[in-house]
């Protein structure tokens, strides 16, 4: 049973204990991903997470960071996703205070010494060249430029190269100072430990005073636009392809049905995307469909690495898909078999205390109201066939359909005329 505290100066703690472990996950999350951003400033998000790591007052450089978490065997990482930042330390339960000691130095004490943002920068342009030298990676962020446009939805979190080189000192402190805030942190602890103890850990090494977040992001706004392909050609082996359409927010009242749709359609290795376009046409290598759900818009798509010569007859297969999913209700048989390999995920990966960590912690950040697994698997298991092709019909019209491609190609009129049921 998860527990909820707020501090006098309004951090939100969410505690998890989890029978049967020796670790404890020490996870930080911070309302200020790249939704935050304007284009003068996109990139600074991602830019400022890594800038944590390069030193504080008792760790002064990135070195003794990465020390003082080897020297007891633990592990540690930070990520920027669109509505928040995170950053976290897992390690063995009886060294918990090392955990609490070097994020609340990151949190409270970072420096953010110019000679250090000089060669990180460096860091980062290898980052975004990596990025783009990983069709697999950049065709995701071509798709999310397409289907929420010149917003900040629609930009690549890493930022561009101009933002990247050019960002001075004071941008990453005043971006700090108006979101890095104690009322828009949440220290989510997940794993084997004692709630008075880690209260007081907390207590001791978050002392922020207190303030309030400076700013929100902008809500979304729905384009309006003809645009349906969004093609970068590039000489590669296989070709980079999504499908998909407008999807729902993580907390619409169907959210869950269409996670089971996802599932149904290209889930798993024995999902219809699966078994009828690799294994029976074998016309890629990875095929899968997923949901991407923010707090007021979402994604339903599926992504494909396929053969260069065979693209054609790839998304007419994956439109296949999606038109006939829409013609009957799935059976009980496919319909149970989503739900239970969906609610098995779910179980497997909170065995792990960083995942439980990520799962609280976001809830307690974003959300109103905090969600238990048997409140997430039931609402699972409510989903009916009925739901299921509702949100089909709803979600899978062609007028809406987009499609992002990286590969040897150049008629991108040619492609539109597939996207067709």
């Not at 009886?94 to 943002?117: N, P, R, S, W």
């Not at 209260?199 to 979304?220: C, N, V």
């Not at 439109?319 to 179980?347: N, P, S, T």
């Amino acid at each position: 049973m998860n527990q909820l505290r707020t501090l006098p100066n309004k951090i939100k703690i969410i505690l998890t204990p989890i029978e049967g472990t020796k670790s404890v996950t020490v996870l930080c999350l911070v309302g200020a991903g790249s939704r935050y951003e304007n284009k003068e400033i996109n990139g600074i998000s991602h830019f400022l997470e890594h800038m944590f790591f390069k030193g504080a007052q008792r760790y002064k450089n990135a070195a003794e960071v990465a020390s003082a978490i080897d020297g007891v065997g633990g592990d540690f990482n930070a990520f920027t996703a669109k509505e928040y930042a995170g950053y976290y330390v897992k390690l063995a339960s009886h060294q918990k205070e090392v955990a609490f000691d070097v994020i609340g130095d990151m949190m409270t004490e970072a420096t953010f010494l110019e000679e250090e943002i000089q060669k990180e920068r460096g860091v980062i342009m290898e980052e975004y060249n990596m990025y783009q030298d990983t069709p697999m990676y950049q065709v995701g962020w071509d798709f999310e430029k397409l289907m929420f446009g010149d917003q900040p939805m629609g930009w690549d979190q890493i930022g561009t190269k101009d933002i990247i080189l050019g960002l001075p000192r004071q941008e990453f402190i005043d971006y700090k100072d108006a979101l890095y805030t104690p009322d828009n942190i949440v220290i989510s602890v997940s794993g084997h430990f004692e709630e008075e103890e880690v209260m007081e850990l907390i207590e001791r090494y978050f002392p922020l005073p207190e303030g309030q977040r400076a700013f929100d992001f902008k809500p979304f706004e729905s384009i309006e636009t003809d645009q349906k392909i969004i093609l970068q050609h590039k000489k590669t082996e296989q070709g980079h392809i999504i499908v998909g359409f407008p999807g729902l927010p993580a907390r619409h009242e169907d959210s869950y049905a269409a996670k089971i749709l996802a599932v149904i359609l290209g889930g798993n290795m024995s999902s219809r995307m699966f078994m009828n376009v690799r294994e029976a046409k074998g016309l890629c290598y990875y095929i899968r469909t997923n949901t991407d759900d923010y707090m007021d818009t979402g994604i339903i798509s599926t992504s494909a690495g396929v053969d260069v010569k065979r693209v054609d007859q790839a998304i007419t297969a994956i439109m296949e898909e999606y038109r006939k999913i829409q013609e009957k209700e799935v059976d009980e048989k496919e319909l149970k078999k989503a739900k239970e390999f969906m609610k098995g995920k779910i179980v497997l990966r909170l065995e792990d205390s960083e995942e439980y960590a990520h799962l609280m912690g976001k809830q307690a950040l974003l959300y109103p109201e905090i969600w238990s697994v048997d409140d997430i698997l039931k609402k699972i298991d409510a989903v009916t066939a009925e739901d299921v092709l509702r949100i089909a019909k709803q979600l899978l019209v062609e007028e809406k359909v987009k499609l992002a491609m990286i590969g040897p190609y150049e008629n991108d009129a040619h492609f539109a005329d597939l996207l067709h049921y």
